[in-house]
């Protein structure tokens, strides 16, 4: 196994990281950019349902749409993205998701707004967060180095759960006031801010020069699957991810329906209860770094998860007036427990990878792991329709709670402290 230095304590990280002038307009990117793309995720749903009257199966369609790509070209994403300027795929992600944004206020001034419309987009959105996602995380070893990978991708992980605590209060609060279209138009206005950050770094990484030309496909797809398959604690990761995202996506899809069309919450009201769950992520964020220093990255890779994923019980419990708080507070510690998780399995699985494989490795993750999302999309949507939304929230806790057990295997458990890449 490769072995990298990782320091335990991330002070004098982070303290390079706060004079480091690409990584701080990478991050004020990743903020704009995240922020938009939560206010769309209340935004395409509400529209749907509010507007469109969509049915429980229309608005899972239209979360499986969102993130359909994931299952369709994130293996392809990662081969090209391994061949290309890493910041040169952000801005042309962030510059086609605006573009596809704008035209639903567009159309919608014309009354021309369909269902058909807003797959499309969702489509769209969703190839753009895939090749986003997969280069991002790529740029950011480039960048800071593999030295301050743990701090660096604490910070992101940080300014990721912000922009959830913003992002949907906000996405509420501007389907209230200027209308569902409106607030994607604000979206659209995020991606464009996002990528004039991006393109004032400086200077661009190298292009990485590879033999043979034009990458080929059939060969090279399965790199990143190989490399993941013949880890073991990353065959675990993925699992985990696995059984997580496809009932965290049936719920999602559970949500506008149980809390807008059962028990009446405003598209305000929704966005604050939906934008309260990103607590649980910014406080996890937060004290990422000292919980791996205290326990060790090995330890973090599940300990979060025992602690927290519990409290996921409480969700099924909303109601009318106060127990409504019920929801947010369950899925604020699941979200809290996984931020901690995550900073630790992205260090890890960033520390041992081969540089020239982070594009397809990180693709291969996304595939295995994401894929299951647009899946549980329409799981969520049979969940509805087959035992109504109660049950089937039920249904999605119990499922996101069972999903920690993977992380109890043997090969996770017998790591040692340092998770074997050099933590010192």
Not at 229 to 237: D, E, F, H, K, W
Not at 339 to 347: D, G, H, P, R, S
Request: charged share 10%; aromatic share 8%; proline share 6%.
């Amino acid at each position: 196994m490769t072995t990298v230095d990782v320091p335990e304590r991330a002070r004098p990280a982070d303290d390079l990281l706060r004079s480091h002038r690409g990584f701080r307009l990478l991050l004020a990117s990743d903020v704009v950019s995240r922020t938009g793309g939560h206010v769309a995720l209340v935004a395409l749903p509400l529209l749907a349902v509010l507007v469109l009257d969509a049915s429980a199966q229309q608005v899972g369609l239209l979360v499986a749409a969102s993130t359909l790509a994931f299952l369709v070209v994130a293996l392809p994403a990662g081969v090209w993205v391994d061949r290309l300027r890493q910041r040169s795929v952000l801005v042309a992600a962030d510059l086609v998701r605006a573009l596809v944004l704008l035209s639903v206020p567009v159309t919608a001034a014309f009354g021309a707004l369909s269902l058909g419309q807003l797959y499309v987009v969702a489509l769209v959105i969703g190839v753009g967060n895939v090749f986003f996602d997969v280069a991002q995380q790529g740029y950011v070893t480039y960048l800071v180095g593999k030295d301050r990978l743990l701090a660096g991708f604490s910070k992101l992980e940080v300014a990721g759960n912000g922009s959830q605590l913003a992002g949907p209060p906000l996405g509420g609060a501007l389907v209230q006031v200027i209308t569902a279209s409106g607030a994607l138009a604000f979206n659209a206005v995020a991606h464009l801010a996002s990528a004039w950050l991006l393109g004032r770094i400086r200077p661009p990484e190298p292009q990485v020069h590879r033999p043979g030309g034009r990458p080929r496909l059939g060969r090279e797809l399965t790199i990143g699957v190989r490399y993941v398959a013949g880890q073991p604690i990353l065959r675990l990761v993925v699992l985990h991810g696995m059984i997580a995202l496809l009932f965290e996506y049936a719920l999602l899809t559970v949500q506008p329906l149980l809390l807008v069309n059962t028990l009446g919450l405003s598209p305000a009201a929704y966005g604050l209860v939906t934008g309260a769950v990103a607590v649980g992520g910014v406080v996890g964020s937060v004290f990422a770094n000292r919980f791996v220093a205290t326990f060790g990255i090995a330890r973090t890779l599940w300990l979060p998860f025992a602690v927290t994923f519990p409290l996921l019980l409480l969700m099924p419990l909303v109601g009318q007036g106060w127990l409504v708080a019920l929801y947010p507070i369950g899925y604020a510690a699941y979200i809290g427990g996984s931020a901690i998780q995550n900073v630790a399995q992205i260090t890890y699985r960033q520390a041992i990878c081969p540089p020239e494989l982070h594009g397809r490795m990180n693709s291969a993750m996304r595939f295995l792991m994401w894929g299951m999302m647009p899946v549980g999309g329409l799981f969520g949507g049979f969940l509805v329709q087959a035992v109504g939304e109660r049950t089937a929230l039920w249904v999605c806790a119990v499922g996101m709670l069972a999903s920690l057990l993977p992380m109890l295997g043997r090969p996770v458990l017998r790591l040692p402290r340092d998770a074997g890449i050099g933590q010192g």
